[in-house]
């Protein structure tokens, strides 16, 4: 499978604290995204980090990525309830076809 | 209007029944997606059209039948369905991907989905 693999797969935190999720695959990419999902409905984006790129800001989330060990990881700061959700990281394979592979997810949890 | 429609929210429907989910963007976007999520598990691609042609199709039995009638509609096609197709079906799309290290080319527009369940 060329299936990503995210950790933590369940996240726990009390509000204010960060957050941090990790991505893990298997094939050469052009870019990884992450997106959020609210329960039972459709993902959002969030940000993407090129392959040439190492980190990446918006607002209070910080991506990173190593392409040598094939991971990403996406870090959420001061998070807040409303931040609960699943979050998945998704790479397009460099396959140049419109091909997305989502990751196995982690489900974030922020406790007020 | 960044918006993706996906119509009906919830479908119930038997083995022997025929139904369609239906999704609708006017943001111009020429690539359009199909996925289908179970619970807790990620997107599954199950079929790509670019141009309103068909050009992924991921291995998805023939009881799923999709249509890219124009460029803002997608259609999908259900008949004798069994209850393992129950899942949440989303719908996507987004720009045609000339650079394929463009951002905005890249990104994807999710509906909210529809919540399937084949009794």
């Known amino acids: 499978s060329q299936q990503g693999e995210e950790d933590p797969q369940a996240l726990s935190i009390q509000e204010g604290e960060n957050a941090t999720m990790n991505c893990s695959y298997k094939t050469s990419i052009n870019n990884l995204q992450w997106y959020r999902q609210n329960s039972g409905r459709g993902l959002v984006h969030l940000i993407l980090?090129?392959?040439?790129?190492r980190e990446k800001h918006s607002g209070r989330l910080r991506v990173t990525l190593d392409t040598s060990k094939k991971s990403s990881s996406l870090l959420i700061t001061a998070s807040r309830a409303a931040d609960t959700a699943s979050y998945f990281c998704?790479?397009?394979?460099?396959?140049?076809?419109?091909?997305?592979?989502f990751g196995t997810g982690t489900r974030l949890k922020v406790l007020a | 209007d960044t918006e993706v429609t996906q119509t009906p929210k919830h479908l119930v429907m038997g083995m022997t029944n025929k139904k369609s989910l239906k999704c609708e963007q006017h943001?111009?976007?020429?690539?359009m997606y199909w996925y289908k999520q179970k619970a807790k598990k990620p997107p599954e691609l199950m079929f790509v059209?670019?141009?309103?042609?068909?050009?992924i199709n991921e291995s998805v039995p023939s009881r799923f039948s999709p249509e890219c009638p124009n460029s803002s509609l997608l259609n999908l096609h259900l008949h004798a369905l069994q209850p393992e197709d129950s899942a949440l079906y989303l719908c996507a799309s987004s720009q045609m991907r000339t650079d394929p290290t463009s951002i905005a080319k890249n990104i994807q527009y999710f509906g909210a989905g529809t919540r399937l369940s084949v009794l």
């Open positions: 980090i090129r392959s040439n790129e």
């Open positions: 059209y670019s141009y309103e042609k068909l050009s």
């Open positions: 998704a790479t397009d394979g460099n396959s140049g076809t419109y091909k997305y592979i």
């Open positions: 943001m111009g976007h020429r690539a």
